[in-house]
């Protein structure tokens, strides 16, 4: 079978035996939730309830007026402990909202309605309520991905199965165990932006995924199950679209410029549970996993949880830990300690330990053009670090800096060990600092 | 928890491993083929210079990264790569002094008194050698002619270039000599069988494109074919294979764009061709070469590659 693809790109190791044949479960409250008003690409928001107020789990604390922002909700029923700046996964400080859970937690969200008379402007309402974001890590507001502007129809809906960050298995997880809400939420996807097609893209190492959505699809019509080459970055948006469409969506552009939206796997099945049972966002399904991990396990964690508790729920640390990083090794943040709290983006914790990290000396670039071939977004990598070395940002900018995903391929390739994305934010902030003026 | 330990690094927090090290082997590796036929044909001259020029390459490594203070980096093989590149670029009967100033040129000098791997605007082994051929041009020449093994004087097959089809062409080697095994010239140009064994494996592990080698032979064909030359005589004689798959496609001396690489392959063709046929025939690629690494930043920055989505596909 010919499998489809984009050009560029990297074979790392997936590493993902650990978890990927292991069932989601569910694990023990944390003695205290941290809900940062920023999770979300957009404008912050401002918590609606004061230090001592109790919560139910569910309810709305953190809102926005902003057009590009998404509502945060309490994770936990319990009281409000403080308000206050915590260093979120990033290292930036964000005001955050610290709940005490109640050592009981009321069951809710089980009663189920149908979904399918729900309408576009119902659909979106829901995502917007349920304060739903892409939650394959970008997390964009959904109800706005699922606006689609004036003029830019959009006729194909993909869902990303593709997890193709090393050691993930989360999406790999929900496809399997939430098979039939995932189906009902691209439907509600392609309702919401009238779109006639769908398409769930599924890389070939997950094929156990692809045929158990393939026997739930017969019989469906417009919706496919799209085999992709094992490949890094697959599931990037942009490739993606390339590689299952063959459209390409221009520098600069969205992927609506082509008439197509794509959405994570775990963002349709959040997207169902909101429609068919009210829930919003509060819990998602990550996957804790690394050589340095003892027992590594895919989860339903409550947002807010700690890494620290995440790290206790898989029997702790295996051997000395050197790196800990929030979300997949290749874009994922190296943390300096475990205090940082899962957000809705969060899609795993991996552990490296001490003898497993291995840090290199940055050397110079010996024009090998490694980083040329691995780049998906066709820039030249080298050049861009080139020129940030010396502050020429402008031509940096002509080098394509601002169309850098900063997907790390460049670096993965390099014989020399250069970071190019430290670079490449370096570059662009100073870019946009220079357009503001 | 301890957790003050940890690193903090920016992403990806995974790479290849080691893939300095295996690239520059793989060069070393690809040269084999060469080496062999090589010390085939010249015994023991070719032992003793290769080895000469390996041992300073590692020596003058050592040295300089003790004085500047830096960590030696030999398992990079890149030094060793230098020394063998610079002594197949010499005759077989070449003082071993010379053997050594040129790698000491090469590695001491061009290589990390600039900065170290990666800063060189010129290609190392050829600046060490085109360094010897301004020193002593005369008894460089005459030693080109000192070939085989029992002392028979070989002319270096680079004399019959520019004859035409005169009287003495029909002295010249034959295009299976040349492909196959002749002694005659310097070490790295006895055949080019060995060379495109080499080079095709270099492409089929990716350190090479075909986009610098390819403009400079197409261009060096047409040119001399134009000129009234053999063209494919010109092209399997002398330096130049060797110099197209080896030493033109060094990574930090020719350009990153594609097609800055076409436009640098086919300058360097152009060099050749006027060198070899109005200057001098010895040496005319590595000049050609040098002249083109002397361009090459010039031309990486008149080109811009083609981002994802700004043109139809061109897979
Ligand atoms: S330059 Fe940016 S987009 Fe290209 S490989 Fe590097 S990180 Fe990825
Ligand atoms: S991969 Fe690294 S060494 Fe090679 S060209 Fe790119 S930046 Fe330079």
Redesign the interface.
Known sequence: MELKTF?GG?H??YQKEATANRATVEISLPAEVVIPMQQHVGAPDSPTVSVGDRVEAGQKIGTSEAFISAPVHASVSGTVKAIEDRPDFTGALVQSVVITPDPGQPSKWTDKRDTSNLSADQIRDIAKEAGLVGLGGAAFPTYVKLSPPEGKPIDTVIINGCECE?FLTCDHRLMLERTDDLIAGLKLMMKAVGAQRGYIGVEANKMDAADTLTAKLAGEAGIDVSILEVKYPEGAE?MLI?AIT?R????G?LPSEVGVLVQNVGTAVALQDAASTGKPVIDRVITVTGPGIKEPKNMLVKVGTSI?HL?EQCG??AG??????MGG??????????TAAVVKGTSGV?V?D?AS????EE????????C??AC?????P??IVKYAKVGKWEMAD???VN?CF?C?CC???????I?H??YV?KAKAELTAAEKK | ?????????????????G??GS?MRDVAIALIPLIAVSIGFFRLYAVVNLAVAVVTAILCELVMRAIMGKKANIGDFSAIVTGLLLALLLPPAVPLWWVVIGVVIAVAIVKELM?????NLFNPALFGFATLMIMARVPLQVSYNLGSIDGVTTATPLTFIGVGSGPLSGFRPGYWDLFFGHAGGALGEVSVLAILVGAAYLIYK??V?WQIPASILGTCFVLSAILGENPLYFILAGGLMLGAFFMATD????P???WAQIVYGVLIGVLVVVIRLYAAPVGAVAFSILIGNAFAPLL?RMF???????V??V?
Not at chain 1, 329 to 338: H, I
Not at chain 1, 411 to 417: A, D, E, F, L, N
């Open positions: 050009r990297i790392p190791p090393p942009k390339d063959g390409r969506v221009p520098p552009k620290e790290i702790g640390f000395t830990p050197g790196k800990v990083i090794p290749m874009t994922g943040w190296a943390q300096k300690d475990l991996v490296f001490s990290v291995d840090v290199e050397q110079r670039c010996v024009g090998c053009d490694k040329l071939d998906p977004m066709f820039l030249m080298n050049f002509k080098f394509g169309d900063e790390g670096s993965y390739v390099c014989p020399s060990g970071s994305i430290a934010r | 928890m301890a957790s003050q330990d940890l690193i903090v690094s920016s992403p990806p927090h995974l790479r290849e491993k893939l300095m690239a900065g170290g791997l990666g800063s990716g350190h494109t990574w930090v001396t020719s990153d764009n594609r990486d811009v590659r083609k981002k994802f989505g700004e139809k596909a897979a």
